[in-house]
């Protein structure tokens, strides 16, 4: 079955094919409000269900977008040789995780930060909706 | 000299550096406020002196960002092997482009959109601010 295009002539994403992206990759953009500015925030993550989860220094900036009803998380990825690609875009609730189950569950998955400084906090975002687009190969 | 590091380990880039990686690099990610939501929207760009500017279709939802105060635009690279990567961050003002002359030296830039649809605006940010972090190699 051919992808719906949307206005822009991209193919729109089901939402699964968003889902097995977002797992199979890595790195995503957070982006946040913060004192009335956009902050983008580059993590690595990892999937928790439907979920994106990643870690976090404690006291870092990222707690105001927390108390914010909604965050959007970025995943993409192109080819510049291809002129091809994707991105899938997760607006959400990002919190804090504190429950001791979900904790355990997280660090199970082995996701360490680039950084070597420490990242206690897990951050969670528990998403509104998953939206995604990829462009089509030239024909 | 060595690098200021950040609260999160992360070394400072400076002004210069910054510019030269968005400068090296093909495609950023537009982020901004509609409908009171953050969107964030991949695009394919050229640089023009210290601005971003890349191309758009007429009447698409940028222009509620364009109206809006200051829009923030993201550009990284990440090497999940080697765990390295850096980010920029330009926070500024967006601005569909009218002047003939501008026009003319953003279309010499050979800058074509990967999807086929026409995109005949162009758009550039201003900067306001522009930050940058590396992460430093793993010791």
Redesign the interface.
Known sequence: MAAAMD????AVLTFEECLELVAAS??G?L???ADG????L?V?YTVDGSAVAFRT?TG?KLEAAVERA???F?V?A?D?IE???W?V?I?GRAEVVSEPDVVRRLESSGLRP????PKPEWVVIHPNTITGRR??A??
Chains 1, 2 share one sequence.
């Not at 206005?7 to 991209?10: D, I, T, V």
């Not at 500015?37 to 983008?40: M, V």
Request: charged fraction near 20%; charge should be negative; aromatic fraction near 10%.
């Open positions: 206005h822009a002539g991209l890595g790195v953009r982006a946040f409000l500015e956009i902050e983008i580059p690595n220094a870092f909604v965050v959007a970025e993409d192109y510049e002129r091809t690609g991105s875009l607006k680039y950084a070597a400084v462009i089509p030239a024909g």
